[in-house]
């Protein structure tokens, strides 16, 4: 079927096979892979496809979804090979499969999906599809290798040949090229200037740089211990043999630059530091901490005020989806970045609310006139003639809600069920309700009543004891069934039956968010689930911050908030605060308008 753009619609149109215009394809925009996601194609392979579209056309429909950004366009997932050479040929229409409105996480999915299957797969390409589907599962080996039909064994081969320097993996790649992947796999842990080195000798001396020499040899590689993470003092490297300066110093006065002659001791320590130290430690600052082999840096983005504005970069540090991304590579190992967004679907989305609020509003004529006009008026104030058109700046852009961990989320889920329960449980059609939905659920199926207890409250109380009787009646009716020995069960979800039902009966939102208000105060438990950024945000914006320090002097809470976490903990709840008037503002939104946990 062939379509004009203008009559594009994403529900309409998913999964048909139309035909459009090349120009109304655009790559996909995300990260830095606006395009296909092979290295390299052999250009015979090349020509043979071009070949054939110019004979047959194409035979196998471009993958695309529909362009949020721009409505009448598709953004292409898979077949960017294909839309070239339609292009170069001159084609008025290409076929596509159009997979209607696709998250950014699936649309890499499929796009990689589809590269995997080919037979001329470069070592590469395997390399760089291991490396790119690990970070769009966000650092799960098993998924990702699952994806990739490899073996978990295999998988982590690709990946540990993916932190060689592009030479090397271009290298591996050509068949003629002495280098192998037992060099590469030998060669990845170390710096790129080892890597260079020995890759030149490899070139030089074939015969002499075998896979078993290199290794043989690596372990004499030296280290610059200026460089090394962990602490050199509790590894006893101040006395080790392997100590350069150690050495040294039995010949000569003369101070040279100390390096380790023993890379797999000096290797195992800087990963005993991430591990043990690194990690543990801006878990409890920040949070979800990932490192730049379990996420790509292309796959994410920086969370500032200029991109996002002030509110919404306030509301992105509540969000389990704002990480820390910590490099794994040797010339920048352990080093962290914070405020990194994982989810390039909310980020874009709230990017350009952003970009949206920052333009001028133009309004029509029957909007300039202005309160503040209309008073002056009133009291013999003349005005100036009225201008035909005005630009005012927009509101900012809403903060987008965020995400916060699961034990949080019913935490506060929790809570505010117990605020319902006080405020609901007293209503007496509540009560009728309750316990018609308990005594439907004891009846099979059939004969059960589907309206949930939201629904049933807003019954009368006469019409709720005669669904009772009608209940009552079908229970003693209901019989064993003689075909059938698996019992039936069912139950209420409490959680939401009160949620719902504080809604009916407390329908101002207002109202609700200040029972939310009165029932949250921080505890030991709510607090430890939180990380330090966290908490720092609670005491800024209830005014913690400001009544600490006004006691404690300038700076105290900063001083304070950069200490151990639990010290942070118990001064925060020891100090006497006035929480009657706050509440976090994650937990007041789902008070007011609830959401599942994601």
Not at 245 to 252: E, G, K, L
Request: include cysteine; charged fraction near 25%.
């Amino acid at each position: 079927m062939s379509i004009e753009a203008t009559t594009i619609n994403s529900d309409v149109n998913a999964g048909e096979l139309l035909f459009v215009p090349p120009s109304k394809i655009r790559p996909l925009p995300i990260g830095e892979y606006s395009g296909n996601y092979r290295k390299s194609r052999p250009s015979k392979k090349k020509d043979d496809v071009r070949e054939s579209i110019r004979k047959n056309g194409i035979l196998q429909s471009l993958v695309v979804r529909v362009s949020e950004e721009c409505p009448d366009e598709f953004e292409l997932i898979a077949g960017y090979g294909r839309l070239e050479h339609a292009v170069e040929l001159g084609m008025v229409e290409v076929p596509i499969l159009n997979k209607g409105i696709v998250s950014d996480q699936d649309a890499l999915a499929m796009a990689l999906t589809e590269n995997v299957d080919r037979s001329e797969l470069t070592i590469a390409d395997e390399v760089e599809h291991a490396k790119r589907f690990l970070s769009i599962f966000n650092g799960d080996h098993k998924t990702a290798a699952l994806r990739l039909n490899k073996s978990e064994a295999v998988y982590r081969d690709l990946l540990q040949i993916g932190r060689c320097d592009d030479q090397l993996i271009t290298a591996l790649s050509d068949d003629t090229h002495p280098l192998l992947k037992g060099h590469c796999s030998v060669l990845s842990q170390f710096p790129k200037e080892i890597q260079l080195k020995i890759l030149k000798a490899i070139e030089a001396e074939p015969s002499k740089y075998t896979v078993s020499y290199v290794k043989s040899q690596s372990k004499n590689f030296e280290l610059k211990l200026i460089n090394a993470k962990f602490d050199q003092k509790a590894a006893g490297c101040g006395d080790c043999q392997f100590n350069s300066q150690q050495q040294f110093n039995v010949f000569s006065d003369e101070e040279e630059e100390s390096k380790c002659s023993n890379p797999r001791c000096y290797l195992d320590n800087q990963q005993k530091w991430l591990n043990d130290v690194r990690i543990p430690d801006l878990k409890v600052e920040y949070g979800t901490v990932l490192t730049t082999e379990q996420k790509n840096v292309s796959d994410v983005k920086t969370v500032d005020e200029k991109s996002l504005g002030k509110d919404q970069v306030s509301r992105c540090a509540d969000c389990q989806n704002c990480v820390v991304l910590v490099a794994v590579e040797p010339e920048h190992f352990g080093r962290a970045i914070n405020n990194i967004c994982i989810d390039l679907s909310c980020y874009s989305k709230n990017q350009k609310a952003h970009e949206d609020s920052l333009k001028p509003e133009k309004l029509d004529d029957d909007n300039q006139i202005t309160a503040n006009s209309d008073q002056q008026s009133e009291v013999g104030i003349s005005q100036p003639e009225k201008p035909k058109s005005q630009n005012l700046n927009k509101a900012p852009a809403k903060a987008s809600s965020p995400k916060l961990s699961k034990k949080l989320h019913r935490t506060y889920a929790n809570m505010i069920q117990s605020v319902a329960v006080a405020n609901v449980a007293k209503q007496p059609t509540f009560t009728q309700a309750l316990i018609v939905k308990a005594l439907s659920s004891s009846l099979r199926h059939c004969n059960r009543i589907s309206e949930p207890v939201e629904n049933l409250i807003k019954m009368t109380p006469e019409e709720l004891s005669k669904l009772m009787q009608e209940l009552l009646i079908k229970f003693a009716q209901q019989e064993l069934d003689l075909e059938s020995e698996a019992a039936e069960v069912s139950g209420f979800d409490a959680n939401r039956v009160y949620r719902k039902s504080l809604e009916f009966f407390v329908p101002d939102q207002n109202e609700r968010q200040a029972l939310m208000i009165e029932s949250w105060s921080p505890t030991k438990d709510i607090l430890s689930m939180l990380t330090k950024a966290q908490i720092s945000i609670i005491a800024t914006e209830s005014g913690f911050e400001y009544a600490y320090d006004s006691k404690n002097g300038e700076g105290a809470w900063a001083k304070l908030s950069k200490g151990a976490i639990g010290t942070t903990i118990t001064t925060f709840l020891a100090f006497e605060f006035d929480w009657s008037n706050y509440a976090p503002q994650s937990y007041l939104e789902l008070g007011v308008n609830y959401r599942k946990p994601v």
